[in-house]
């Protein structure tokens, strides 16, 4: 398993995975990083919610093509989502998110490209990194890390500066 350093939205070759709720809301964090830089990222998840109940999204993933090189994977592993900054509840399923990341892996292998996910992925939904931690580490072909772009109070993303 490697960790880079980067802002995750800078990647220009690979599948880049990163969770999504099925309420048919995207407006913060990296999911609004993602969307910021690719517009698709965010116009397509909300057409799934035309064609398909949460329910029935739920645990599912979504392939988001932004050029030939590069596909964006939302993966509806969390029903639901905290909307108040105290919510202790846990919203990341460890089950539907492993489920995906092997499925990203296997997308990986079949059509030749790198594959990342944002470092802790799940964990402010309440998943346990952990867990998903170890999941990562056994899966083939290695599954690269991406530090996370800091997200400021108002949410924006600031891409991080390469030290000298």
Known sequence: MNIIEKDITSIKRGIIMHQVNCK????YGLARCLYEAHPEVKSEYHKAFV????????????LV????????????SQFGFRSKPNDKAKYTDEAALK??????????????????????????????????????????????LVKSPEISEQNTCKILQESV
């Open 24 to 27: 048919n809301s995207m407006g």
């Open 51 to 62: 064609y398909y109940e949460p329910e029935q999204l739920f645990g599912k993933y979504q």
């Open 65 to 76: 093509r932004i050029s030939t090189n590069l596909i964006v994977m939302n993966s509806f």
């Open 99 to 144: 489920r995906n990341l092997k499925n990203l892996a296997k997308l990986g292998r079949k059509m030749n490209l790198p594959v990342y996910v944002p470092d802790k992925i799940g964990c402010s939904e309440g998943g346990n990194w952990q867990e998903i931690k170890e999941f990562i580490k056994a899966l083939k072909p290695d599954i690269i």
